[in-house]
Each structure stands twice: as structure tokens, then as C-alpha cells.
């Protein structure tokens, strides 16, 4: 049986011994293996049921380590790198040698981040490897940011979980690439746009979108995804007025609203706080799909900052399910 505990030296034979073990960071809960260690790559991959090539992020315990498997760094990547490690940001690089390529999806580009969680670095300070470590759930569903979330979804599938509580973030890690030294955003994340045109001091190029394979995670169409209908709105009052289901979940940033279809009702954050709202999103879309819905109904969030991430998220959420039907005018409600 899977358990969950703070014991460092545990998780760390875990991890020597090629076995995946769950860790939290200030996103959300990583399946971490031995990066370097293709069998045990390999496991991630199986247990998420995840895509081959679909590339995971390397995580290391400290910024000197980077170029121990990044080459051809631009310079503007270490100013990021310096600015915002640890924490929320990956950069996509040229991979060294040494990464192996089951890592990257075959690619010759490797995504790489410190994470800001104190449990993960005091582990990553006492392994000779740094840690491959995709979110901790299911391919495709939504990701966990608690301990218990990852028991819930992984079961028995890993030995142990390192428990560090709620994630500070909820949301990933934000993925900056480049091209001729540019900086090109792959995909939004707990790091806003903004802060990242601050530190570069122009417009940064998004491209955030994988025509045929992903570059980086979260590339993909769908992602992020409840079992349970989902709907994203503008809306609330026409969506909730024009569906045809009377078993309705309501998440909404900061209006409660009180309609018979309406079952149950979740506000992201009463005083409009985006990082609030962020923090909570998805417990609130994992709780809401266990509540034997027909229907989730999700407002979006203002078109700004952590609003743009969010929205990402979300949209990539509903993607996934063809509910139209249930819709009498769906056009006018998302």
C-alpha cells in the first residue's frame, strides 16, 4: 500500500533503487524518477498511461547544475533562470548529451526548472540525479495538489508520496523556449506574461500551441480534464438558463448564484484574487467531479495576468467533451 510521510532518506531509495516516487512542488505533484535513468522514465510513462512523446521536465536542485544537461544557453536565459529559480519556470534548452531521450520525447530540446518546494530541494540536495517529474495523475486529468490527491488517483501504482501539503501555486510551472536566443512563450503558467516582459524588457512571442508534437507538457489540445460535462462561459446566468440538465455544478471567481438546477455552487475567490482562484482551481474542479454531476459549468476568469493561465487551463479542461447537445443555444453560452 502506497504511503504518504515526509521521510527524505526513504524517498530517496526509492528513487535510487529506479522506483517513482510523488512529490509535492509549489505547483503542483510530480511522479518523479530518476531522469537519467531510462527504465525508470519509462514508469512514469506507464503509470501516468502518458504519451511517449510527450516530454517531461527535469527538475534540479540549484542553478548551477544547469548546464550540466543544457548546452548553448542564451543569455537571457540565465537572467530568467536567476530571477525566478526557484520557482514556476521552465526553460526549454538544448539538451546535453547526458539526458536521455526518452526524457524529451526524442526531441534534442530538455525542459528544466528548480522547484520552490523546501521538501523537494532538501531531496534533490541529497541525490546524485536530478528528477523527471510530470504531474502526479492520471494522462489527461486533472492535476493533484495535495498528497492525498495523488493516493487517490495513483493508488498503488507508487510506494511512497513525500506529503508537503498544499501546493502554494496550483498551477504549472510557466515554459519559456528559444529561438535564436528570443524568448518564446510554449506555455502559460504560475509565472504571468507580464513578469516575464518585465525581466526581457519587450513583448514575448507565445506560442503556446503544438501543431503536431508537443514541445514542452500542457501543448496539447486537451489536458487538465474532469470526467464530469464541463463547459466554459462568460455567462453564468444564460448558460445556466439555456442547458437542459437539472444536476448543475457552478464555478464561478466571485458570484454566488442561487438557481434550482444548480446543485452546487464553488466561488474561486470571493475578493476577485486571481493567485486565490489559481490556488484553488483545481481542487475545485476535482471536488465538482466527484459530486455525481451532469453538468459543470465554469465562468471565465478577466482576461489578465493569472486570468490568462487560468483560462488555458479551463479551456483545455472542456476540450475534451462533446456537449453540445446538451446546450439548447451553446454558441451564445461558450
Known amino acids: 500500500m502506497v504511503k504518504l510521510g515526509t521521510d527524505i532518506n526513504e524517498a530517496k531509495r526509492i528513487l535510487q533503487s529506479g522506483e517513482l ?20 522514465v519509462k514508469k512514469i510513462f506507464d503509470v501516468k498511461e502518458r504519451p511517449n512523446y510527450n516530454p517531461l521536465i527535469v527538475h534540479i536542485g540549484e542553478i548551477s547544475q ?4 543544457a548546452c548553448q544557453i542564451p543569455s537571457v536565459a540565465q537572467v530568467l533562470a536567476e530571477k525566478f529559480w526557484p520557482g514556476p519556470l521552465t526553460l526549454l534548452l538544448n539538451k ?3 539526458v536521455p531521450g ?12 528548480v522547484p520552490n518546494h523546501p521538501i523537494t530541494l532538501a531531496l534533490l540536495k541529497t541525490i546524485d540525479f536530478p528528477l523527471a517529474a510530470p504531474s502526479a495523475n492520471p494522462f489527461g486529468y486533472i492535476s493533484p495538489t495535495t498528497a492525498r490527491h495523488v493516493k ?6 507508487i510506494e511512497y508520496i513525500l506529503d508537503g501539503g498544499p501546493c502554494d501555486k496550483g498551477l504549472e510551472s510557466t515554459i519559456i ?26 513583448p514575448l512571442e507565445i506560442q503556446d500551441k503544438a501543431n503536431h508534437r508537443p514541445l514542452g507538457p500542457g501543448m496539447l489540445p486537451y489536458h487538465y480534464a474532469p470526467i464530469t460535462n ?25 458570484t454566488e448564484l442561487f438557481h434550482p438546477k444548480v446543485r452546487v455552487n464553488r466561488i474561486l475567490s470571493l475578493a476577485n484574487d486571481l493567485e486565490e482562484a489559481g490556488k484553488k482551481l483545481y481542487s475545485t474542479l476535482r471536488y465538482m467531479d466527484n459530486q455525481d454531476l451532469d453538468l459543470i ?11 490568462k493561465t487560468i483560462n488555458d487551463r479551463l479551456e483545455k479542461a472542456v476540450a475534451r467533451k462533446e456537449i453540445k447537445s446538451m446546450l439548447i443555444d451553446a454558441s451564445k453560452s461558450y
Open 96 to 98: 546535453q548529451r547526458l
Open 102 to 113: 526518452i526524457v524529451t520525447g526524442g526531441l534534442d530540446t530538455v525542459g528544466i526548472r
Open 66 to 69: 544547469l548546464k550540466k544537461y
Open 21 to 40: 516516487v510523488g512529490i509535492p512542488t509549489e505547483t503542483v505533484y510530480g511522479l518523479a524518477g530518476n531522469a537519467l535513468n531510462p527504465s525508470a
Open 297 to 307: 459549468i465554469i465562468e471565465r476568469m478577466p482576461d489578465f495576468g493569472l486570468g
Open 177 to 202: 523556449g528559444f529561438a535564436d536566443g528570443k524568448p518564446i512563450l510554449y506555455r502559460l503558467g504560475a509565472i504571468t506574461v507580464e513578469r516575464i516582459e518585465k525581466v526581457i524588457g519587450h
Open 230 to 254: 464541463a463547459v466554459l462561459t462568460d455567462d453564468i446566468y444564460h448558460a445556466i438558463a439555456q442547458t437542459n440538465v437539472e444536476n448543475v455544478g457552478l464555478i464561478s471567481v466571485s
Open 152 to 157: 487517490d488517483q495513483l493508488g498503488d501504482k
